[in-house]
């Protein structure tokens, strides 16, 4: 038999910018003039849902439910108002369609103008691509993440917001925001079975050490440590995040930032010391 959980929802108020939220208290208006209500929310053990509900300036009720399992579904976020349905959740389906608008490396025409664009600044800086010998890693990457301590691949609200990697004998090349970025491989070193570098440049990234340490062979994770020059602004940059190789990504559940009618905010990952992890890998 089900025990009932009564919950008492202390309720984030959402900004004008969907899932951005401030702390407000029942009652209480927001800058927007947004009201919020509190209420007590009786659910099943196995449904536990923090509820807000606020209407907009226009007077749309919205409601908002945070950590809410619906049919076996992890939802963390859901946002429903007449104009619109957001929702972020955890897609354990390996047959999700959600894996392969993530792991999609073809190029459609807008691609093909960038990657061409990109292509002409090599050409114009006597840049001339050789094929190198790339062995003992995995040429295709995807960005990873980790939430509460566990990994998951994502499904961006923007697809502005997806890296991906691409790697050919002779061209590394940067799914970024634009478009497709081709770079020449100056050089590329196997320094042992986990760890490798290339020497890189391109349009934008010149000068570039990417140093790439695998972390967990088996599900093909890495840390990649990205120094290089901003080629338009010539400032010195270096970056550091996780990926993991474009076949393995069914090994771990998706989460889906899903909203058909409007771009929302993205969901917001764990902070990772990549620094200890590197050392932790070295180390063994």
């Avoid at 049919?71 to 354990?92: C, G, M, P, Q």
């Avoid at 840390?223 to 069914?250: C, P």
Wanted: proline share 2%; charged share 25%; hydrophobic share 35%.
């Amino acid at each position: 038999m089900k025990k009932t959980v009564i919950i008492l929802s202390v309720l984030a108020l959402l900004s004008s910018s969907c899932g951005q939220a401030n702390s407000k208290t029942a009652g209480q208006a927001s800058p927007n003039n947004e009201e919020t209500t509190t209420e007590e929310i009786e659910v099943s053990e196995d449904t536990i849902t923090s509820r807000t509900l606020f209407t907009d300036m226009a007077g749309n009720l919205i409601e908002v439910c945070q950590d809410t399992i619906i049919n076996d579904t992890l939802f963390l976020v859901r946002e429903k108002s007449e104009a619109y349905y957001h929702a972020v959740f955890i897609d354990k389906n390996k047959s999700s369609k959600f894996y392969d608008a993530i792991s999609c490396f073809g190029f459609d025409e807008y691609d093909n103008e960038h990657y061409n664009a990109t292509l002409e600044y090599l050409k114009e800086n006597n840049i001339t691509l050789k094929r190198k010998i790339i062995n003992g890693l995995p040429l295709k990457w995807i960005a990873f993440y980790q939430y509460k301590g566990n990994f998951y691949t994502y499904k961006p609200s923007d697809f502005m917001n997806h890296y991906k990697i691409s790697i050919t004998d002779t061209t590394f090349i940067d799914y970024e925001g634009e478009g497709p970025v081709a770079n020449e491989i100056i050089d590329f070193t196997k320094i042992d079975n986990y760890t490798f570098r290339f020497h890189l440049t391109g349009s934008h990234k010149a000068n570039r050490e990417l140093v790439i340490y695998i972390i967990d062979s088996k599900n093909g994770i890495a840390v990649f440590e990205d120094k290089y020059t901003n080629a338009i602004w010539g400032d010195k940059e270096e970056s550091t995040y996780l990926m993991i190789a474009a076949d393995k990504i069914k090994n771990f559940p998706i989460i889906v930032n899903y909203c058909e009618t409007m771009k929302q905010n993205e969901f917001e990952f764990d902070e990772l010391d990549y620094k200890k992890i590197i050392l932790r890998k070295l180390s063994k």
